[in-house]
Each structure stands twice: as C-alpha cells, then as structure tokens.
C-alpha cells in the first residue's frame, strides 16, 4: 500500500510564495514519477508539473512556467512545488501524485498516476 501526503498550503497575497512538500511511502523500497495537479474552484483538475525518478527530468505546465519549480529528494520520496509570484489565478486545491516507475520519465496526465493524496489547500488573495 502507498500513501501519498501533501503538505505546505496556506493563504498568501498576490505576489507572494509558498512551497508545498509531498511524500509518498510504501512498505517495501519503491522508486516514484511524481507530479503535481491543481483543482480550481467549479473547474477540472489540471496537470500543474511532473518529474521523473532518475535525472530529475521536469515539465511544468505554461501557466506556471516560469514560477513554479518542482524538485524531488529521492532518499525521501519527496517532491516539492516552490510556488512564486503567486497570482489570485493559482488559488486551487493542489494534489500530489505518484506511479511506480524507476526511470527518466515524467508523466503529464491524471491517468498516469495510480495513488494520490487528499490535497492541500492554496488561496491567493488580491
């Protein structure tokens, strides 16, 4: 079994930053892809950014390119989301997900990933 937990949200103005961590555990040694997702108020979840086990291989998605920066500690099984100069837009529910894969490939779709976390709350305020 695999738990995935986020942490790290909060309300921050316009322009701010803040940085969300994730951990995914399992009960034998496993190698993770993870990523991030978003979900709006009254709107779908989107992919926010991904990264690979080996290489740190990344991709974000273009509305947060720029600002955003995911990184990982594979000791840990953590990634983490460096969120700046935060916009009223980025306001959304951030979920942290994770897929058993050991190599140098992220993955960008809500299909791909098999174990997600319940999600942490970010608000920007104008």
């Known amino acids: 079994q695999v738990q995935v937990v986020e942490s790290g949200g909060g309300l921050v103005q316009a322009g701010g930053s803040l940085r969300l961590s994730c951990t995914a555990t399992?009960?034998?040694?496993?190698?993770?892809?993870m990523g991030w997702f978003r979900q709006p108020p009254g709107k779908e979840r989107e992919f926010v950014a991904a990264?690979?086990?080996?290489?740190?291989?990344?991709y974000s998605a273009d509305s947060v390119r720029g600002r955003f920066i995911i990184s990982r500690v594979n000791a840990r099984n953590t990634i983490y989301l460096q969120m700046n100069s935060l916009k009223p837009e980025d306001t959304a529910v951030y979920y942290c997900?994770?897929?058993?894969?050991?190599?140098?490939?992220?993955?960008?779709?809500?299909?791909?990933?098999?174990?997600w976390g319940q999600g942490t709350q970010v608000t920007v305020s104008s």
């Open positions: 997900a994770a897929v058993l894969d050991s190599g140098s490939y992220y993955y960008t779709a809500i299909h791909d990933y098999d174990y």
């Open positions: 399992a009960r034998t040694a496993s190698s993770f892809a």
């Open positions: 990264i690979s086990w080996v290489g740190g291989a990344s």
